[in-house]
């Protein structure tokens, strides 16, 4: 499906959701589907096939949950409440060095 003939708004919020949708998997993949059964053959504990199976499911599950709140999170109702409330995550400006979260006040 192209991206052609959207809004740029939507066609970026798309990319936004197809970006996380990408990261979460790589992510609870490389945890659940790989960390986890290495760190039980070290353990000398294999797992059954029901087992990673349900990792499998466990990985889907938190990729389907980091795209929903990333879809949610594109709308337009709910931008312009964080652009109200939580401008700190809001897309309209970026962090400046005075707004960084990790610096303190006494520097």
């Known amino acids: 499906m192209s991206d052609k003939g959207q809004s740029p708004?939507?066609?970026?919020?798309r990319r936004r959701t197809l970006r996380t949708a990408?990261?979460?998997?790589?992510?609870?993949?490389s945890v659940l589907l790989v960390a986890i059964p290495v760190a039980s053959a070290v353990l000398h504990e294999?797992?059954?096939?029901?087992?990673?199976?349900?990792?499998?499911?466990?990985?889907?599950?938190v990729t389907a949950g980091a795209t929903l709140i990333t879809r949610l999170m594109a709308?337009?109702?709910?931008?312009?409440?964080?652009?109200?409330?939580?401008?700190w995550l809001s897309t309209g400006s970026p962090l400046t060095d005075s707004d960084d979260l990790?610096?303190?006040?006494?520097?």
Do not use: K, N
């Open 9 to 13: 708004g939507r066609a970026d919020a």
């Open 22 to 29: 990408f990261q979460a998997a790589i992510s609870a993949a």
């Open 46 to 61: 294999h797992l059954s096939a029901s087992h990673y199976a349900a990792y499998v499911a466990v990985a889907g599950a």
């Open 75 to 87: 709308l337009p109702a709910v931008t312009g409440w964080i652009d109200t409330y939580l401008p």
């Open 102 to 107: 990790g610096a303190s006040d006494t520097e």
